[in-house]
């Protein structure tokens, strides 16, 4: 399966919840490939940094950010189970071919009591690329929910209605996330029976339930 993680929006953890797929399914025996398509590099620099530290590799991590992406993806999916593409945030010609390229579209979101959860213009590359790849599959994934707090709640009641739909699975504000990513490492290896392990296992069972 081919995911891509976008939102024009920075910070909202397309990074993080790239890499965290990513290890997680590397972990369970598929061969996967991560496809940085953010000029900034985030997911290199973590390879990067993977590599000073005694963790396993679990995946490669491809830079590419080119609009010609689309053209590569499909190469490396011949080689690999799965390849996540980190987005890159507001320009819209890689998004564009991020679309073009996936199977299935994960819209990292963060509770905030504004309805800009994805901006328009690109719920509307989204809406333009399934015109004509109806099987192009798009989901919300809430992001950074604080456990019971009405923010979380309101922000999840509004997205239930919204098209795409929202991934019933999600990940709550963990000091873990950032602290592992900035080391090369990733949440379940930090906390194998943690609280974050659990729900990212729960994240990547769903998200593989969608698989085409
Ligand atoms: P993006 O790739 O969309 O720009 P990142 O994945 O880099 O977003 O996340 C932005 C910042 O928020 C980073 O500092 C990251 O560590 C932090 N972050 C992302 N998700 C979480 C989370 N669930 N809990 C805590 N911090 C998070
Ligand atoms: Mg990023």
């Not at 890689?94 to 299935?104: F, V």
Request: charge should be neutral.
């Amino acid at each position: 399966m081919i995911v891509a993680l976008l939102n024009q929006k920075g910070g909202v953890g397309k990074t993080t919840l790239a890499l965290h797929l990513a290890g997680l399914w590397a972990r369970q025996g598929r061969r996967v490939v991560v496809v940085d398509a953010d000029p900034q590099g985030s997911a290199l620099d973590w390879s990067q940094a993977r590599g000073d530290t005694d963790c396993p590799r679990l995946f490669a991590v491809l830079g590419l950010s080119r609009d010609t992406l689309f053209r590569e993806v499909p190469d490396l999916a011949a080689g690999a189970d799965h390849v996540v593409i980190d987005g890159p945030p507001r320009i819209a010609s890689l998004m564009r071919s991020a679309l073009l390229a996936a199977d299935l579209v994960l819209i990292p979101v963060q509770p905030s009591p504004l309805d800009g959860w994805a901006s328009a213009e690109m719920l509307a590359l989204l809406a333009e690329a399934q015109s004509f790849r109806p099987n192009l599959a798009a989901r919300f994934v809430l992001n950074r929910c604080v456990g019971r707090t009405v923010i979380a709640r309101e922000t999840a009641a509004a997205l239930e209605g919204q098209v795409p739909s929202l991934l019933r699975a999600r990940i709550a504000q963990r000091v873990l996330y950032a602290e592992a990513i900035g080391q090369g490492r990733l949440a379940f290896e930090q906390d194998p029976d943690g609280p974050a392990a659990r729900e990212l296992a729960a994240f990547a069972a769903s998200v593989a339930s969608l698989a085409p």
